[in-house]
């Protein structure tokens, strides 16, 4: 009961000091933002210096292209 809590907060502004995570992660919810580039910064700022951040996330568009190193 007391090592975890449930935070709800913007993604763009959270309520954390830098630095405060060894690790956060993202499950099925990044795809339904067009620019993720605030999203992922404020990430690195939680984040420790190391940290892991792990995305597991599905992506479907006719635009990726396989042979694409950028897109690999």
Do not use: W
């Not at 060894?22 to 795809?31: E, V």
């Not at 580039?37 to 700022?45: D, Y």
């Amino acid at each position: 009961e007391k090592s975890c809590r449930l935070i709800e907060a913007d993604c763009h502004k959270m309520p954390f000091e830098n630095q405060s995570f060894d690790c956060g992660y993202a499950i099925y919810s990044l795809k339904y933002f067009v620019n993720l580039e605030p999203i992922l910064q404020e990430i690195a700022r939680v984040l420790k210096p190391g940290g892991r951040f792990v995305v597991y996330d599905l992506v479907k568009t006719s635009n990726f292209d396989e042979k694409c190193e950028e897109h690999t």
